[in-house]
């Protein structure tokens, strides 16, 4: 009969009971044939415009007499068939080769989704697009067909479809498959865009934030990245880690093939955000063609302990478990100084804390996400270091064998 949405569907349905000499008579003649109620919890208010809309198309309630003339107000069009599709507005559902949302009560927060949604799955607006990349494409907003591969575009499409349709668990799961097949690839700079559509998924569809903060907030990212080190500062004080501050956060990582041509890499991030002009190498040095993860972990923290012109960190993350901490906390209490330490072993990302507790995280934890984000960040480096060097000692044999072939 009628589809609603409202923050306080006790208010609100209250208000058609009370008072009835005030209601309109299509209201009251709505309240006397009511003989059920059915809710649908969703838990932000853009899911719930979605929601709305998409019920208000399948079911064709009689009393939604506002909304039921698609021609009237504006719709989600996209194209389907074409092979970059189109995401448009429109008010007629006429072309039979397009899908259509919709329609949507008030055309300004229809905009602000479009708006909303493009800076997470980027798309093309315009019927006639340009043969060259336009300026939406260089504000990272459309992905233009002649620098972007049509099936990473059709994969974008279907996640924005999904969305569209509400099936927000089905999208962030799609994109945590895709996330953990680039990371294994070693594809850590696609796995972390990856990432951050999640993030940026889990932000507007949060309930304490308010509807379309993602689109008029300009301070998106520092709260996004705030949320995510206070989830992280609550999980350090719940396992008996104590960190005042999480300003400088230095993650390391040990990357070497049987002992051979052995790296190590420090990484820092800063109030969450990585620093790359902070990152550094070593190459080790005191086990030479030894494959010993350990000791080797301990020899770069030593050496990185020496620099006191570099800023200690507030909390020290290394990539493994209680072998790689303990090897950390032999550094620190050589040097006699207490920073936090905490391990993230890749194989089910169990966290390992200073006093080798292990802690299992649900994968939509903000604080796994953080951690997760600057372990891998720190295994790129160091194994983009390990390669390099790898490299140059397979030439260095090269042109010894070319010199001693007769």
């Given at each position: 009969?009628y589809?609603?949405?409202?923050?306080?569907?006790?208010?609100?349905?209250?208000?058609?009971?009370?008072?009835l000499?005030k209601l309109g008579?299509?209201?009251?003649l709505?309240?006397?044939?009511?003989?059920?109620?059915?809710?649908v919890t969703v838990?932000?208010?853009?899911e719930?415009?979605?929601?709305?809309?998409?019920?208000?198309?399948?079911?064709?309630?009689?009393y939604n007499?506002?909304?039921?003339?698609?021609?009237?107000?504006p719709?989600?069009?996209?194209?389907?068939?074409?092979?970059f599709?189109?995401?448009?507005?429109?008010?007629?559902t006429?072309d039979?080769k397009?899908?259509?949302?919709?329609?949507?009560?008030?055309?300004t927060?229809?905009?602000?989704?479009?708006?909303?949604v493009?800076?997470?799955?980027?798309?093309?607006?315009?019927?006639?697009?340009?043969k060259?990349p336009?300026?939406?494409?260089?504000?990272g907003?459309?992905p233009c067909?002649?620098?972007?591969d049509?099936?990473?575009?059709?994969?974008n499409?279907?996640?924005?479809i999904?969305f569209?349709n509400?099936?927000?668990?089905?999208?962030?799961?799609?994109l945590?498959?895709?996330?953990?097949r680039?990371?294994?690839?070693?594809?850590?700079?696609k796995?972390s865009?990856?990432?951050k559509k999640?993030?940026a998924?889990?932000?507007?569809?949060?309930?304490?934030?308010?509807?379309?903060d993602y689109e008029?907030?300009p301070?998106?990212?520092?709260?996004?990245?705030?949320s995510q080190l206070s989830?992280?500062r609550y999980?350090?004080?719940q396992?008996?880690?104590y960190?005042?501050?999480?300003?400088?956060?230095?993650?390391y990582?040990?990357s070497?093939?049987s002992?051979?041509?052995?790296t190590?890499?420090?990484v820092v991030?800063?109030?969450?955000?990585?620093?790359s002009?902070?990152?550094?190498?070593?190459?080790i040095?005191?086990?030479p063609?030894?494959p010993?993860?350990?000791?080797m972990?301990?020899?770069?923290i030593?050496r990185?302990?020496?620099?006191?012109?570099w800023?200690?960190p507030?909390i020290?993350?290394?990539d493994?478990?209680?072998?790689?901490v303990?090897?950390?906390?032999?550094?620190l209490?050589?040097?006699?100084?207490?920073?936090p330490?905490?391990?993230?072993?890749?194989r089910?990302?169990?966290?390992?804390?200073s006093?080798?507790?292990?802690?299992?995280?649900?994968?939509?934890?903000?604080a796994?996400?953080?951690?997760?984000?600057?372990r891998d960040?720190?295994?790129r480096f160091?194994?983009?270091?390990?390669?390099?060097l790898?490299?140059?000692?397979?030439?260095?044999?090269?042109?010894?064998?070319?010199?001693?072939?007769?």
């Open positions: 009969m589809i609603g949405k409202a923050k306080n569907l006790k208010n609100r349905v209250r208000s058609y009971f009370t008072n000499d008579p299509k209201t009251k709505l309240v006397s044939k009511i003989k059920k109620i059915k809710t838990f932000s208010e853009i719930a415009l979605l929601l709305e809309a998409s019920y208000i198309k399948k079911y064709k309630p009689k007499t506002r909304l039921t003339d698609g021609k009237a107000y719709l989600i069009r996209i194209t389907i068939k074409d092979k599709p189109k995401v448009l507005v429109a008010r007629k006429t039979k397009s899908i259509y949302f919709g329609p949507y009560p008030v055309s927060a229809l905009r602000l989704v479009l708006k909303t493009r800076k997470i799955f980027p798309y093309q607006s315009v019927t006639n697009h340009p060259r336009c300026l939406y494409y260089h504000l907003l459309c067909a002649e620098v972007f049509d099936k990473e575009y059709r994969t499409i279907n996640h924005l999904n569209l509400g099936k927000t668990k089905k999208v962030i799961k799609d945590r498959v895709e996330r953990d680039l990371s294994s690839l070693e594809e850590f700079e796995a865009n990856i990432q999640i993030d998924i889990a932000y507007i569809t949060n309930p304490a934030y308010k509807q379309f008029t907030n301070n998106l990212t520092q709260d996004v990245l705030s989830s992280l999980l350090l004080s396992n008996g880690i960190a005042k501050k999480l300003e400088r956060i230095e993650c990582d040990i070497n093939t002992g051979t041509n052995a190590g890499s420090m991030f800063i109030n969450g955000e990585k620093d002009s902070l990152y550094r190498r070593f190459k040095k005191t086990l063609n030894i010993n993860d350990f000791a972990m301990q020899e770069v030593t990185r302990l020496n620099h006191n012109e800023e200690f507030d020290l993350i290394v493994g478990g209680k072998g790689q303990s090897s950390a906390l032999k550094a209490i050589k040097k006699n100084l207490k920073i330490v905490i391990g993230l072993a890749k089910e990302e169990t966290i390992i804390t006093n080798f507790k292990e802690v299992n995280l649900s994968k939509d934890s903000e796994l996400y953080l951690l997760q984000r600057i960040e720190a295994h160091a194994i983009a270091y390990h390669r390099k790898r490299s140059k000692t397979f030439l260095m044999q090269g042109d010894s064998l070319h010199k001693e072939s007769p």
